[in-house]
């Protein structure tokens, strides 16, 4: 459906091993080839070696060694600056390097990213660079932590999580493991809410996320699809039997098209049932246990290998679990890989777990986590590739690079004239023979394993192959001559482009001259604007005060009218009681012309 690349490995049974150092302290990662009694043989792997000289200078590593008889969980021993102790962080590798970013500590969310170089085995703290956000602001990643961390090509993806700030939607960051910088993928569409605990698995340029925890603390079972390329975000509509709302779960892609979930936590209680989505009809179905099956668990750690998933730790609210699980995809079964110490960091909550290849080998790197403190240790479990196939594509290989070299001396362009017919045919005729002595040592490695292949039909493949590179050859050499004759045109035509850049040249100078005259003008203008910005400043400033003096005169203007009530209300009273003394001057000016009027005759005197 998205064009998957499709990728099968080859594993053999779990084996525990040693990582530690040579006698000598460091040897180089590139092994050298194998001694043989065929000169030939020889011949053909110098060959092949050559190209491969410009290509050998790796820093050292550790050397791996296998060696005990039980198998089980390994603690890595590394150099470097140890991180600081977390738990529910994410890890994912990025070429020879294990990529930490952020999770929880004791003092709180973290927002660093370590590095784990496999091929030194030593820890670095990466510089973690500011990033520029489209308004060209310097921002920086946010502390998260229940986020998920995936590789592609040179980057490392952090999708989601719980972060501080929070979000509303979930964010997609973009970490470049070469320059060591941050940038946030400006993504379109229907884009999720954001949340914690969920799953993202990777198919070529396209990202699947399901389920979760949101920030109100819902669970979620739905599912949608981001593409890198045209940072888009679609939400997948399914039909069939899809799984109920989960956090805390595990997923993975097998074969580039079918989606698988197991185990999480719902609202309620703890889950172990498993799930997968056919992305062809897009239809959700849930696979029945036969027999022997995982307790519920949630919080545990998958890797894919091949047609084997490996499921390791998680637990209950009442209980942690030790086990290593593998699922056959192909047979639909379960079985205990391997039963760690109580010590072992799979035990612990909120670890992470990671799929490495190293030389001929791949293991699985767990790191952190927390049982009553937070940890730091790092943990590897190997799984051996099987020899025998091994063995098969390291012959195929050397004699696909041989071929190649015996391609590249017969077509080496205008230097390869020099050789004659009598030249070519001794390379091709050697080469021939290098390639018989090494089909021949194949042979006998397959006869070992019970796969004998018939010689003559490989010297049929092998003609069959060098013939079209003989015709390919003559061709060769024909657009040669083409190309020699049209070489004067090219330099004809060389000539008048250099005319052309000269007056380029000229127009660019003028250009340049321009852009002074402009860069005077834009200074001025600048000028301008910062007096006007004074100007402005001085104005508001000045309207400031006016506001301030408008404010107190409009105080004193109430006060002032207040008072001038009250005096009123004193005015009226005063004339009131003036008129009332108006009133009883006129009554008394009454009453004493009454008595002026009723005034008495003097009497006479009384004699007697």
Known sequence: MFSFSRRRMKLGRV?????????????????????????????????????????????????????????????????????????????????????????????????DVQVLNFDTFSWTMASSKLYLSPSNLPLKIPSCKGHSLVSWGKKALLVGGRTDPANDKVSVWSFDTETECWSVMEAKGEIP???????????????????????????????????????????????????????????????????????????????????????????????????????????CCGILCGTKWYIAGGGSRKKRHAETFIYDILKSEWSVAITPLPSSITTNKGFSLVLVQHKDKDFLVAFGGCKKEPSNQVEVLIIEKNESSMGRRSTLSKSVGLMQFAKRSSSAGPASQTINGSSRSSVASAAKQNLASVIEHGSEADDRSGALSAPTSIYQFYDTRMAPLSRKNGILEVQLATALASRDTAERTLASALKSKEEMEKKFADAMKEME??????????????????????????????????????????????????????????????????????????RLQSMENRAPTPRKPFNV
Not at 46 to 65: G, K, M
Not at 211 to 222: I, Y
Request: net charge neutral.
């Open 193 to 299: 809410v954001a949340r914690s605990g969920h799953t993202v698995v990777r198919a070529s340029s396209v990202l699947i996320l399901f389920g979760g925890e949101d920030a109100k603390k819902k669970k979620l079972n739905d599912l949608h699809m981001f593409d890198l390329k045209s940072l888009t975000w679609l939400t997948l509509q399914c039909t069939g039997t899809r799984p109920s709302p989960r956090s805390n779960h595990i997923a993975t892609l097998y074969d580039d098209k079918t989606l698988f979930v197991f185990g999480g936590a719902s609202k309620s209680r703890t889950l172990n049932d498993l799930y997968s989505l056919d992305f062809e009809t897009m239809v959700w179905s849930r696979i029945k246990i036969r027999g022997f099956h995982p307790s519920p668990r949630a919080g």
């Open 15 to 111: 084996k525990k091993v040693q990582l530690s150092e040579s006698a000598n302290g460091i040897k180089s990662p590139m092994r050298p080839p194998k001694q043989s009694n065929n000169p030939n043989v020889e011949s053909a792997m110098l060959a092949v070696n050559h190209s491969d000289e410009l290509e050998s200078h790796c820093p050292p590593a550790p050397v791996i060694n296998s060696s005990g008889n039980s198998e089980n969980w390994m603690v890595l021993s590394v150099a470097g600056e140890t991180p600081e102790p977390r738990f529910n962080h994410a890890a994912t590798v990025v070429g020879n390097k294990m990529i930490v970013v952020g999770g929880e500590s004791a003092n709180g969310l973290l927002d």
């Open 517 to 590: 005259l402009l860069k005077e003008k834009l200074a001025g203008i600048e000028l301008a604007h910062e007096e006007a910005n004074n100007l402005s400043n001085i104005v508001h400033s000045d309207n400031v005060r006016l506001e301030h003096d408008v404010a107190f005169l409009k105080a004193v203007l109430d006060d002032t009218q207040k008072e001038l009530h009250s005096t009123r209300g004193v005015l009226a009273g005063e004339r009131a009681r003036a008129f009332q003394l108006q009133v009883e001057v006129f009554h008394l000016k009454q």
